[in-house]
């Protein structure tokens, strides 16, 4: 039953791929401005910037171009950057480990941390640890990740100087941006936890399991965690395709490279080819994490297959 | 280029035992972090790429060299005739320089080079070129199809740094990216886009320019050039040591730096001018008259003086000072004169009213004005809208990103706009001014007989270096008595050092911070 509802959940990622791919080549062509404008420089010609135009078909309508790139991209072609002048696929594949490793490890980070500390803000009796925990909450969904990078480098790397300012030179150069990034993740993670699991404490059969005399970590982990996991299992997995695009000012500060950087980069040149692959990943990467969650739920709980099939 | 995990194993345990049988050796390195303008290179390919950065004049060396005062100096060619009707160009070049692949460079290294353009967005910098004669083994001889007083301009630019033609041939696509094969006095070592490159020393070298002190190898064992977008970080890096080098410093950071006990600053003269182009189809200055009291309401002095503490020079005209067509009749330099301001306004019929804005037939003085964005240009685009204030002009400021505004431009929707450009040579005037460029570059609108005229003779008749000065400097006086901008502000170039760990010769030789700086950059002690 399981399998019958990833393969037509698969099956409807195409109709969704083709019109997210119309959405992202009309909006990047029909912001103002163009990329030639960014390639050429004083001293080339008037004569040379038509010859440009038409050189990477900018004078075609906009129909064909599309056709033109979408065609390409069925054969694996991402196409090759107009002013940043390499494949597409490669510039992407360049900087798609830097992603991976921080938005991978920051939101590995903040899942776990945040489940721990919703799960211990939850079920807490101390007021003390209530309330710092929601204030921890605040601030974290609150505060700006720029600002927060900053201060992480004046006080580890400037005064305690544990780690470098910036730069992506092995694995201490990781722990500042997953923290500054991570802080977001886990007051959200915890935040839903809380309340999931808050939820779960009101039902009736929580009440049932204590009156058996059941011991309350056999209540918490065996009957009250997995209720409460699922909200924090689609917020999880829909923050997968964040893991991709959602660091660009933490990359810009501790400067590091990366899609979201690429595609800022990219933006403001309107490298079109460039920008159009990058939203194209970012895109995948978003209903990959949408149909993951969506399984996972479904795996997690027999209604929801049973009721979406 | 990536190193197999054995011989970083190895290499690292050979830098541990280096540190270990001499801890006092200095280690021969400096980490240069690139400027906020040259970020985001893709490849060291000066022939392809369209943008590149500092670290590719020490890869590739050039022909000739330009210092700060705009003269040209040899280096791999050791003298250079220029034919009387400018139709011909005999350089001799330099004896025993090799590539970094250990191939010869020679007469026939030009002739391959010169080719290699055909078809790309600098093939405009050798399109006067028509072929390319080896005439002996260290002579070469460009023929021209057209005289070209700008050759020397273009050939010093580090767009024509020499590649190994050999290696070019071979790495196709790949060169300059993964790896790359020029004379200069460092060899590229690794590459990660977007993140550092890292520099080896060339030992063989032995051919810098006059610029340089030092003729032989470099001080410096490798140079890593990293890219730090965040102003801010880089000037932490640039405290804690993760820097020795700063290029580029935005001049607001100069304060702070100069706070810190450990950090010098040099400022080189800059390479450009920020400006207010006037749209001379847009009412009210489609009357000469009023764009005239436009540029004497802006003061030039005023504006080094409160925003820029007193770093950087006014601009009185289109073109930086050092620049000989920027010697032009001192009547028709841009200068601060509110009564004369007030007078022609007056008398284009534009009377002040009670809430200080003059009015003309029931029409008030309310003027746009654009600007992008970016903290450049941000507090001098409010001085320009207080002063403007100062004649009864109303401006409103409008902020777009860099793409945006072009279009705005080409749209014909401007009507003043601040901005700046970086150029050390007078065709500038052409890329800004010329009736072929309309809407951007040519954000005034302008076209006019008379202009084009000189326009063309400047650019296409000038048959030899004196010619083109006089030349281009007359259209420069005849684009300033139409009052089509107002010159505002020359920023210098900042660099910034870590005083512990490098000395950097200052002044700095050459146009730019490139290769003849670096030969002479020492570690201190």
Redesign the interface.
């Known amino acids: 039953m399981l399998w019958r509802y990833i393969f037509f959940r698969v099956l409807m990622l195409i109709p969704v791929s083709f019109s997210i791919s119309v959405v992202i080549f009309m909006i990047v062509h029909l ?4 990329p030639i ?10 004569d ?1 910037r038509a010859a ?1 135009i038409t050189k990477y078909g900018l004078d075609q309508p906009l129909a064909i171009q599309y056709l033109r790139w979408i065609g390409a991209m069925f054969q694996g072609d991402f196409g090759e ?1 107009i ?4 494949p597409v696929a490669d ?1 992407i594949a ?2 798609l480990p ?1 992603s991976l490793a921080l938005g991978g490890l920051a939101f590995a980070f903040s899942s776990i941390v945040g489940i721990i500390l919703g799960t211990i803000s939850a079920t807490t009796r101390s007021k003390i640890v209530e309330q710092f925990m929601r204030g921890f909450i605040l601030l974290g969904s609150t505060v700006p990740g720029f600002w927060l990078a ?1 201060l992480m ?2 006080f580890f ?2 005064q305690l ?1 544990w780690f ?5 030179g092995g694995w201490s150069a990781l722990v500042l941006p997953v923290l500054t990034i991570g802080f977001g993740g886990v007051a959200l993670v915890a935040r839903v936890t809380r309340v999931a699991l808050l939820d779960v404490k009101r039902e009736d059969f929580v009440m049932l399991l204590h009156a058996k005399g059941l011991p309350s970590y056999k209540i918490l982990f065996g009957h009250l965690m997995p209720h409460a996991l699922l909200p924090v299992v689609t917020i999880l997995a829909l923050r997968i395709g964040w893991i991709l695009g959602g660091a660009v000012t933490v990359e ?6 990366g899609l979201g ?2 595609l800022i ?1 990219a933006l ?3 490298d079109y080819p460039v920008v159009q692959g990058c939203l194209l990943m970012l895109a995948l990467a978003v209903m990959l994490g949408t149909l993951i969650g969506d399984v996972a739920q479904a795996a997690m709980d027999p209604r929801i297959r049973e009721a979406k099939t | 280029m990536h190193y197999a995990t054995k011989s970083r194993l190895l290499s690292a345990t050979a830098l541990i035992a280096a540190g270990l049988i001499s801890t006092t050796a200095f280690a021969q390195e400096a980490t240069i972090a690139f400027a906020s303008g040259e970020l ?1 290179a ?2 060291y390919n000066p022939v ?4 590149l950065n500092s670290a590719t004049s020490l890869i590739y060396d050039r022909l000739v060299e330009q210092d700060a005062d705009q003269s040209y100096h040899p280096h791999l060619a050791t003298s250079w005739e220029e034919s009387a009707d400018g139709m011909s160009w005999t350089f001799k070049l330099k004896e025993g320089v090799t590539f970094h692949d250990g191939t010869e460079f020679n007469a026939q290294s030009v002739a391959d080079w010169i080719p290699d353009f055909a078809d790309t ?1 600098n ?3 050798v399109a006067a070129i028509d072929a390319v004669e080896v005439v002996d083994n260290l002579t070469v001889k460009f023929v021209m199809s057209r005289p070209e007083p700008n050759l020397l301009y ?1 050939l010093a630019s580090s767009f024509m740094g020499i590649p190994g033609a050999a290696a070019y041939d071979e790495m196709g696509d790949n060169f300059g ?1 993964t790896g790359a094969v020029g004379t200069g006095p460092f060899k590229l070592d690794r590459f ?5 490159t890292v520099l080896v020393r060339n030992d063989d070298y032995a051919w810098a320019s006059d610029l340089s002190e030092n003729q032989g190898a470099a001080h410096l064992a490798q140079v890593t050039f ?5 102003q ?3 000037f ?2 640039l ?2 040591g ?1 820097v020795d080098i700063l290029l580029g410093v935005p001049t607001d950071f100069l304060q702070i730096l100069k706070a810190e006990s450990n950090v010098a600053v040099i400022q080189m003269p800059g390479t450009g001018i920020n400006y207010m182009p006037i749209n001379v189809t847009a009412p009210p200055f489609d009357d000469i008259k009023v764009r005239q009291a436009t540029g004497l309401a802006i003061n030039q002095e005023a504006i080094v003086a409160s925003i820029y503490n007193g770093v950087g020079a006014p601009a009185h005209n289109f073109l930086i000072s050092s620049l000989p067509e920027a010697d032009v009749d001192p009547a028709l330099d841009v200068r601060h004169d509110l009564d004369k301001a007030n007078a022609l306004l007056k008398d284009a019929g534009w009377i002040m009213d009670s809430d200080g804005v003059r009015v003309k037939d029931g029409t008030r003085l309310s003027v746009k004005l654009f600007t992008q964005n970016g903290t450049e240009f941000t507090s001098l685009t409010q001085v320009v809208q207080a002063q403007l204030a100062d004649i009864g002009m109303e401006a409103i400021i409008t902020v777009f ?4 505004i ?3 431009y080409k749209e014909n929707r401007h009507q003043l706009a601040v901005r700046g450009y970086d ?1 050390n ?1 007078s ?2 005037l052409d ?1 800004f001014f ?1 009736g ?2 309309l809407g ?1 570059p040519n954000v005034s609108m302008w076209t006019d007989a008379e202009g084009q005229r000189l326009n063309d003779v400047a650019m296409e008749e000038s048959k030899n270096s004196e010619e083109r000065i006089a030349n281009f400097k007359a259209y420069h006086e005849y684009i300033l008595s139409q009052h089509l901008f107002v010159p505002i502000y020359q920023p210098t170039t900042n660099i910034a050092y870590n005083t512990n760990k490098v000395n950097v010769p200052d002044p700095i030789r050459g146009t730019r911070f490139r290769a003849q700086t670096v030969l002479d950059i020492t570690v201190a002690e």
């Open positions: 912001l103002p401005g163009d404008d960014n390639l050429i420089r004083v001293g080339s010609s008037p040379d440009l950057a002013v940043l002048r390499r510039l360049q900087n830097y900053l480098i004046l790397a400037v100087q470098p300012v910036s730069g992506a810009f500060v501790f400067g590091r490279p950087s690429l980069r403001g040149q309107r | 985001g893709t490849s392809t790429s369209s943008n967005e093939a405009f910098l273009n990216v990660d886009i977007g993140l550092e990293r890219e730090i977008p965040d801010s970080t880089a932490l890096e405290k804690t993760g990103d860099s793409s945006t072009r279009d705005e150029w040579n065709d500038i890329w010329s072929k460029r951007y």
